[in-house]
Nanobody, 124 residues
Framework: QVQLVESGGGLVQAGGSLGLSCAAS????????MGWFRQAPGKEREFVAS????????YYSDSVKGRFTISRDNAKNTVYLQMNSLKPEDTAVYYC?????????????????WGQGTQVTVSS
């Protein structure tokens, strides 16, 4: 079983930066492509970013491209999301997700394991 624990959420002003971490309790972290998703109040959960098993390939939603960076440290079983130039519309609960093998994925139903989420609030 895979357990994911996000941390690093909080309140930040528009234009500011915030970094999220997701620690995975798994035997071989490097076999799992990882992703970040978010869910704003009253909206469906949406894709934010994903990263391949080695970290060599990344993919971003158009809404965060150029502002967010996903990365991973397989030695620490951790995936990160660095968020810069934050906007009020980035306010959401952010979730990390793990996929059993294969390549990185963009769809929510392609991920088998989910963290509990961490709140990010961007004030204007």
């Amino acid at each position: 079983q895979v357990q994911l624990v996000e941390s690093g959420g909080g309140l930040v002003q528009a234009g500011g930066s915030l970094g999220l971490s997701c620690a995975a309790s798994v035997r071989i972290f490097s076999t799992y492509p990882m992703g970040w998703f978010r869910q704003a109040p009253g909206k469906e959960r949406e894709f934010v970013a994903s990263i391949s098993r080695s970290g060599g390939n990344t993919y971003y939603s158009d809404s965060v491209k150029g502002r967010f960076t996903i990365s991973r440290d397989n030695a620490k079983n951790t995936v990160y999301l660095q968020m810069n130039s934050l906007k009020p519309e980035d306010t959401a609960v952010y979730y990390c997700a793990a996929k059993r093998g294969g390549s990185y994925a963009l769809l929510e139903n392609q991920y088998e394991y989910w963290g509990q989420g961490t709140q990010v609030t961007v004030s204007s």
